[in-house]
Structures are given as structure tokens and as C-alpha cells.
């Protein structure tokens, strides 16, 4: 619900008007059923953009960091990326990391998007 509330109603109007994203080729963003959004990661506002161009609801596998931050901003950041459902991911490797993947899966099977960045960070180019 927190989710819906932001990307229609509050973040996502502020975007459009600031900013006018525009998609090329969401032809191909199937409209129902499981499916991976494979994006490059150029900025941090990359997951802000992408659910709002996109009318189905997308979870994104985000690092664990966004998860346990300490202090106020740590509590805040942990708050908002639980309150629109995003998925903490594991980058250390191993289990972990195969736990998230395993979580991404699950997603995807249930028929919900999936957005995830493979070069796992920021790139500068």
C-alpha cells in the first residue's frame, strides 16, 4: 500500500513534472506474469524512475546497507525501503547471496517483476 501511495500519489507526480521521463521499449514489459527487469545502475535515482514508467508494481533486490543503517537516517532509509517492499540482498557471497537469488526466484515465480541491477553498483559509465 505504501508502495502504491508514493509511486502514484506522491513521488511519482513530482518526478513527472520535474522531470518527464520518457521509456523507450516498454512494449516489451509483459503485462501480466513473472519477469526480470534488468537495468544499468548509473544513479540512485534509477529506482525511483523505473516503477514509475513501468504500471506494474517492480521489487528491486537492494543491498542489505539500505537495511541496517544506524541513527535516524539509517532507521529512515531502513523504513522506506521496507515500506515499499524491496528485498535486502546479501553481496557478500555464499549463502547469502544465494538466499536472495533464491528470494528474487520466488518473486518472479509468483508473476511479479523483478528489478535488479547485474552489475551490482553504480557504474560510472
Not at 504500471?55 to 546497507?65: E, G
Amino acid at each position: 500500500m505504501f508502495y502504491l501511495f508514493m509511486n502514484r500519489f506522491i513521488v511519482g507526480p513530482l518526478v513527472t513534472v520535474f522531470f518527464r521521463p520518457w521509456v523507450k521499449g516498454i512494449e516489451h514489459i509483459p503485462e501480466t506474469g513473472g519477469a526480470i527487469l534488468a537495468s544499468n545502475h548509473l544513479s540512485f535515482s534509477d529506482s525511483i524512475f523505473l516503477p514509475l514508467v513501468v504500471r506494474r508494481r517492480v521489487t528491486f533486490l537492494a543491498k542489505m546497507d539500505y537495511f541496517t543503517g544506524r541513527g535516524i537516517k539509517g532507521r529512515l532509509t531502513a523504513g522506506f525501503f521496507k515500506g515499499v517492499g524491496q528485498v535486502p540482498l546479501d553481496r557478500s557471497g555464499g549463502r547469502g547471496s544465494e538466499a536472495a537469488l533464491e528470494t528474487g526466484l520466488r518473486i518472479v515465480t509468483k508473476g511479479e517483476l523483478l528489478g535488479i541491477y547485474p552489475e551490482g553498483t553504480r557504474s560510472p559509465d
